[in-house]
Nanobody, 127 residues
């Protein structure tokens, strides 16, 4: 288990930007893939983006490609999600999560691969 705390959420107008951060504690952060998920009211939790342990490989759900960018700084034990050109449909609680598999070369896009989750941060995009 790795402890995760998200921050950076808030209220923005459509077309605006936010950068979410996920601060991790634990010695294995740099060996685990990381992901961002989101959940809107009444909806299932949805995969957003993921990054492998080294940061050399990323993957995004189609709806955010070209707008969001996931990155990590292993020296700071921090995961980021830069969100640009935000749309009202991006409104959700955003969660960061750590892949259960240490040193995995592939990227996990399903929630069951992740065994550590943050508390979530609210992102609201107004029209």
């Amino acid at each position: 288990q790795v402890q995760l705390v998200e921050s950076g959420g808030g209220l923005v107008q459509a077309g605006g930007s936010l950068r979410l951060s996920c601060a991790a504690s634990g010695r294995t952060f740099g060996s685990r893939g990381m992901g961002w998920f989101r959940q809107a009211p009444g909806k299932a939790r949805q995969f957003v983006a993921a990054i492998n342990w080294s940061g050399g490989s990323t993957y995004y759900t189609d709806s955010v490609k070209g707008r969001f960018a996931i990155s990590r700084d292993n020296a700071k034990n921090t995961l980021y999600l830069q969100m640009n050109t935000l749309k009202p449909e991006d409104t959700a609680v955003y969660y960061c999560a750590a892949d259960a598999l240490i040193g995995a070369g592939n990227i996990a896009t399903i929630a069951t691969r992740y065994n550590s989750w943050g508390q979530g941060t609210q992102v609201t995009v107004s029209s």
